[in-house]
């Protein structure tokens, strides 16, 4: 693997030389697969039964081999999640520190593993806005909060300083910012070509920016969860040193596990608790994470769990692509059940008649062709299922059943 000059003399001198021999082994070493299980859905105790559990995220494991997911039901059902395990350590952290109900907030959350772990690992009656500011990526990210089916989960697309505009207060906040992407570069030669030290910088001062924008929006008190998927101290020790001293804030230590192989912080004179994952020493991507408390007194608000949905819909700077309630789509006269019913866990069985789909004729229902049902399916609107599981709806005509998944979800080749 070539890497760029400046990156190798940069963080080989700031691994030290055992680190930086382990991490560049890794490049020779098969990427780890791991999933996360949805808890709201999954109720097969024996989906990866003899898999390897990830310690610091429950109904987590790594895979012995790589399926081929886009072709599993399961996986488009919402009923597990492909995430990589580095990530998953924001369960722990979420677990340990939050015991009640909170306003959260991610704020850029596409693809969606952070936010769809997050409604997971909070507390019941937890409100949670999914934001990403990107508009395509927006897009993805509701698909995601969709299949993991949980109402409690609002979806917006606006950029940082948009929500500081608001009077709305979040317990917890997840700044999982944008970043040279250092901790890619195994599985994304893109991130490899992109990196240079100009970028380092700009990043840096585009993460600060963010976090400047979001910090109004945090209530004295509240978590402040910072990340990054990227290694040097610029865009990680030091800007946890600007959180704490300029915006006002503690850092709180994790709990962690001497196997875990974490690293702490690599920059000199900063001993603050800060948790690092390096490929080669974790069996992960690269991650780093720092937990903050707010100190700093501002201006008061209050955003109760309860009132965050509320509140939230009447700020009308919010871009609300999902408010998390559920209702039938009209065309025209007619009233057309959504996909986010089908994948809801709040959608009363018996509802709608059901028919189940084979493995083959869920991967083509998925690929958004017409099937034929069992004679004796009722006429109109029917939820499809694979193994019980809510795959979405069609339209049942007796001699055909029209399929009414979305065309920009659809799988692309069986």
């Known amino acids: 693997m070539q890497l760029p000059q400046d990156f190798t003399t940069y963080t080989s001198a700031l691994f030290g030389k055992q680190r930086w021999q382990r991490f560049m082994?890794?490049?020779?070493?098969?990427?780890?697969?791991?999933?996360?299980?949805?808890?709201?859905?999954?109720?097969?105790?024996?989906?990866?039964?003899?898999?390897?559990?990830?310690?610091?995220?429950?109904?987590?494991?790594?895979?012995?081999?790589?399926?081929?997911?886009?072709?599993?039901?399961?996986?488009?059902?919402?009923?597990?999640?492909?995430?990589?395990?580095?990530?998953?350590?924001?369960?722990?952290?979420?677990?340990?520190?939050?015991?009640?109900?909170?306003?959260?907030?991610?704020?850029?959350?596409?693809?969606?593993?952070?936010?769809?772990?997050?409604?997971?690992?909070?507390?019941?009656?937890?409100?949670?806005?999914?934001?990403?500011?990107?508009?395509?990526?927006?897009?993805?990210?509701?698909?995601?909060?969709?299949?993991q089916g949980h109402p409690d989960a609002?979806?917006?697309?606006?950029?940082?300083?948009?929500?500081?505009?608001?009077?709305?207060?979040?317990?917890?906040?997840?700044?999982d910012v944008p970043c040279s992407g250092e901790g890619l570069f195994r599985r994304d030669a893109n991130a490899i070509n992109e990196w240079s030290l100009q970028n380092v910088h700009f990043c840096q001062e585009r993460q600060r920016k963010i976090l400047r924008d979001i910090w109004p929006c945090?209530?004295?008190?509240?978590?402040?969860?910072?990340?990054t998927c990227t290694f040097n101290t610029q865009e990680n020790e030091e800007n946890v040193r600007f959180i704490a001293e300029e915006l006002g804030a503690e850092v709180l230590p994790v709990s962690t596990q001497e196997h875990?192989?974490?690293?702490?912080?690599?920059?000199?004179?900063?001993?603050q608790p800060v948790y690092r994952f390096i490929p080669g020493l974790t069996q992960s991507e690269g991650l780093f994470m720092a937990i903050l408390r707010k100190t700093r007194v501002g201006p008061e608000r209050a955003t109760l769990p309860s009132s965050l949905r509320e509140q939230a819909k009447k700020n009308r700077i919010l871009h609300l692509l999902s408010d998390g309630i559920v209702t039938?789509?009209?065309?025209?006269?007619?009233?057309?059940?959504?996909?986010?019913?089908?994948?809801?866990?709040?959608?009363?069985?018996?509802?709608?008649?059901?028919?189940?789909?084979?493995?083959e004729q869920a991967q083509r229902y998925l690929h958004r062709e017409s099937l034929i049902l069992p004679p004796d399916t009722p006429r109109g609107f029917v939820l499809v299922t694979y193994r019980g599981y809510a795959l979405g709806f069609m339209k049942n005509l007796g001699e055909r059943a029209n399929n009414l998944y979305p065309k920009n979800w659809a799988i692309k080749k069986l």
């Open 218 to 227: 945090l209530r004295q008190g509240g978590l402040l969860i910072y990340s």
């Open 328 to 359: 039938e789509e009209i065309k025209g006269k007619e009233k057309i059940p959504s996909i986010a019913q089908a994948l809801s866990i709040t959608t009363l069985p018996g509802t709608y008649p059901q028919a189940e789909l084979t493995l």
């Open 260 to 271: 875990w192989h974490l690293t702490g912080s690599l920059l000199t004179g900063f001993q």
């Open 154 to 175: 609002l979806v917006t697309h606006n950029f940082p300083h948009e929500f500081s505009k608001t009077n709305l207060a979040f317990d917890v906040i997840l700044a």
């Open 25 to 147: 082994q890794s490049f020779d070493e098969n990427v780890p697969v791991s999933i996360r299980l949805n808890p709201f859905k999954c109720r097969d105790s024996i989906l990866f039964s003899g898999q390897t559990p990830i310690p610091w995220c429950s109904q987590a494991y790594w895979l012995s081999e790589r399926p081929h997911f886009t072709l599993d039901p399961l996986l488009h059902a919402g009923v597990y999640y492909v995430q990589e395990a580095g990530s998953l350590f924001l369960d722990h952290v979420l677990r340990e520190h939050v015991t009640s109900p909170v306003s959260a907030l991610d704020l850029c959350a596409a693809p969606g593993g952070k936010s769809t772990l997050m409604r997971a690992a909070l507390p019941p009656g937890s409100v949670l806005i999914s934001n990403e500011p990107d508009r395509r990526r927006a897009n993805i990210l509701l698909e995601n909060m969709l299949k």
